[in-house]
């Protein structure tokens, strides 16, 4: 049973290309987060969903747009890709009322050449 | 802005020799610190929240610590299956629980 899953594992495409990246949770939970990890292993946050409704957006370029179709989906869109937006991407789930108590799906590793 | 700074950046341990690692935090007013394990090519994994100087959680052969400027985390005689990069990570001023700040994290290595 798969609590947080993400697809795809791994995305290799070209610079300019636009992607998704999907994410599912089966942990009843109301909160969904959308992470980026650097080279240097650095967690940084980038999105959070209370209930589809758009909680915190960090500084990222607005060629990034998350959207929640329901609780227990949150995906990721990107536009134009560039040679920065390779890393690690991580989804993860909580309840509002533990929300530091976070699951993580198993990350989309994506390259941009 | 929060920082939050970890150390060492990777320790190399024998099975059996117990070590601490080391989290400190700035930030304007403390309300909890997250422990988090990630092993490669996974997602991390939640292992302790604490919230007032004092406190202590304890799993299996970690045990977690927290003053008002920096928390541990004492591994007694880990084994190889403890390696991993542990992360702390603190919530942010605003945005509630849900903004957490994680460290960059100190990456184990366990030697049978």
């Known amino acids: 049973d798969t609590a947080v899953s993400q697809t795809p594992k791994y995305l290799v495409t070209q610079m300019g290309n636009d992607k998704s990246i999907k994410c599912e949770q089966n942990l009843g939970h109301d909160t969904m987060y959308w992470y980026k990890q650097d080279s240097k292993k650095f967690l940084k946050i980038m999105f959070s969903?209370?209930?589809?409704?758009?909680?915190i957006n960090e500084t990222v370029p607005n060629r990034f747009s998350p959207k929640s179709p329901d609780k227990a989906h949150l995906n990721l869109h990107i536009n134009s890709l560039e040679l920065g937006d390779s890393a690690v991407y991580f989804c993860?789930?909580?309840?509002?009322?533990?929300?530091?108590?976070?699951?993580f799906g198993p990350g989309t590793r994506l390259t941009v050449t | 802005e929060d920082q939050v700074t970890q150390s060492p950046e990777a320790l190399r341990l024998q099975e059996g020799e117990s070590s601490s690692l080391n989290c400190s935090y700035t930030?304007?007013?403390?309300?909890?610190l997250f422990w988090y394990r990630q092993d490669p090519g996974k997602g991390p994994e939640f292992l302790f929240t604490?919230?007032?100087a004092g406190e202590e959680k304890e799993k299996e052969r970690l045990k977690a610590t927290l003053t008002k400027k920096e928390s541990f985390l004492h591994i007694t005689a880990p084994k190889p299956e403890d390696s991993a990069t542990y992360l702390c990570a603190v919530p942010g001023d605003s945005g509630g629980y849900q903004k957490v700040t994680f460290g960059t994290g100190t990456k184990l290595q366990v030697i049978p």
């Open positions: 930030v304007s007013g403390l309300r909890g």
């Open positions: 604490l919230y007032s």
């Open positions: 969903y209370n209930n589809k409704e758009l909680i």
């Open positions: 993860a789930s909580s309840q509002a009322s533990l929300a530091y108590e976070q699951y």
